[in-house]
């Protein structure tokens, strides 16, 4: 046995694994069930992408059953679909799982956002006995919330006959990426009033929480807390702080964090440069964005682009906005610009009144255009005075968005300027087929077609 294990500790190829399992088939089969070699057995088949091979030989090669913990081994390396097959397998053949194997296959259904059958685990749960756990419980609450179920959710946590800082997390984080941002702040401050110690995943989603929903007093605590309690501000804790500040407009405290931070990743750029565009100090991302390319030797995504460019559309640089989107042609970063980086270059374009180049460069697109381009089109057109390009875009729009009633609306606007009474009358009948309103009293275009990074 331990010759085995050796070997697949040591072993360097595909063709090395094939070769062991053939010494195990031929001569020591009774070792797939050792505990030890399974590990390794497993380990190595997931090093070289061979879990296909583990996955075949322990649901049809071997004529007796493994243990339950080799099962664990195999489910936690398996793909998410993978690891459900093997579950199934296990309760055809009566193999039955334990308080370790259902946060793993828990932990596959979130993934997969497969409630049903996320239902029937929960029912097996319960029939073994296995319900008061409270990693299967905060496994199961983690599916439901997973799978946007919150009230399943919600129902596992009332019912929880002791919970701990992971079923708060859960209930938080649940309730922040289904757009229960208040319901999210009030678990957060329940959670606290109960005594019980946030961890770093719980002030990260509560930072999130805040910077959505512009709960600034709440963002404050937290950074408040963190200093108290001589938290480490490392890389995920300090970034969550600098897009908080960032999107609530506090944009010196953004700068405050981010300065204090000693190390810093693309994220925490980004979330940085965002802040700093969303406050208006546009120059201040230009400058920022040469120091994150020349001395921090951090480099630039795809989303670090859109915020560059947005800034260049906002501070009228068109020259530079121009020169870095040839940049990402010649493939400067590794990557060619995607849509949204076409839609920032058009709306900047469109916003120092290049309008023909604009519209080249919609036909040159290798891709079709979004609606945020022909929106940035649109707004710079009728800026401009450029009535037949407004006309062309905004029909464009009515075709993305056809119940989108403020497209129509804007449409109307531009016919009476123009005096085109039939069309004007077209464009109402079109609304009222499709059950929109003709109101008037509409915000302008252009915010609600801003390009989002």
Request: with cysteine; aromatic share 10%; hydrophobic share 40%.
């Amino acid at each position: 046995m331990n010759r085995i294990i050796h070997l697949l500790k040591n072993c360097t190829s595909a063709s090395h694994i094939d070769q062991i399992q053939a010494q195990l088939i031929h001569h020591h089969r009774h070792l797939y069930l050792n505990i030890t070699v399974a590990h390794y057995f497993i380990a190595a088949c997931k090093s070289f992408s061979l879990l296909t091979s583990a996955y075949l030989l322990y649901t049809r090669h071997l004529d007796f059953k493994p243990r339950v913990c080799i099962c664990n081994t195999l489910i936690k390396a398996l793909t998410p679909h993978a690891s459900i097959s093997f579950y199934a397998h296990m309760n055809r053949n009566s193999i039955y799982p334990n308080s370790y194997t259902f946060p793993l296959v828990l932990k596959s259904l979130s993934d997969l956002k497969d409630t049903l059958r996320g239902l029937a685990v929960h029912t097996h749960i319960v029939k073994l006995g296995h319900l008061n756990d409270i990693y299967v419980e905060n496994s199961l609450m983690s599916m439901y919330s997973s799978g946007g179920e919150m009230g399943l959710c919600r129902q596992m946590f009332d019912e929880m006959s002791q919970r701990d800082v992971v079923s708060w997390t859960v209930m938080l984080t649940g309730y922040r990426q289904c757009g229960k941002l208040n319901d999210a702040l009030l678990t957060f401050n329940q959670m606290h009033y109960a005594g019980v110690a946030p961890n770093q995943v719980t002030m990260v989603n509560a930072l999130a929480t805040c910077a959505s929903c512009g709960a600034i007093d709440m963002g404050v605590w937290i950074h408040e807390f963190i200093k108290r309690n001589s938290w480490e501000l490392d890389v995920i804790l300090g970034t969550s702080l600098v897009n908080m500040y960032g999107k609530c407009g506090r944009i010196q405290d953004a700068i405050d964090v981010f300065l204090s931070m000693e190390q810093k990743n693309v994220f925490t750029w980004n979330s940085f440069l965002k802040g700093l565009a969303m406050t208006k100090h546009v120059e201040e991302v230009l400058w920022w964005f040469s120091r994150m390319e020349q001395e921090e030797g951090i480099k630039p995504d795809e989303v670090t682009l859109v915020v560059v460019l947005s800034a260049c559309a906002h501070s009228g640089l068109v020259q530079k906005g121009r020169e870095i989107f040839s940049s990402l042609f010649n493939r400067k970063y590794g990557f060619l610009p995607n849509a949204k980086h076409y839609a920032c270059l058009v709306d900047l374009l469109a916003r120092s009144g290049s309008l023909k180049e604009a519209m080249e460069i919609i036909k040159e697109m290798p891709f079709e255009p979004s609606k945020s381009v022909w929106g940035a089109l649109f707004a710079g057109c009728r800026a401009h005075g450029d009535m037949e390009m407004s006309e062309l875009a905004a029909w464009k729009l009515i075709k993305h968005a056809p119940n989108d009633h403020t497209c129509y609306v804007e449409l109307c606007s531009l016919y009476t300027d123009m005096g085109k009474w039939s069309e004007l009358e077209r464009v109402q009948s079109l609304m009222r087929a499709n059950g929109l309103k003709n109101d008037s009293g509409v915000a302008p275009l252009e915010p609600k077609y801003m390009i989002t990074y």
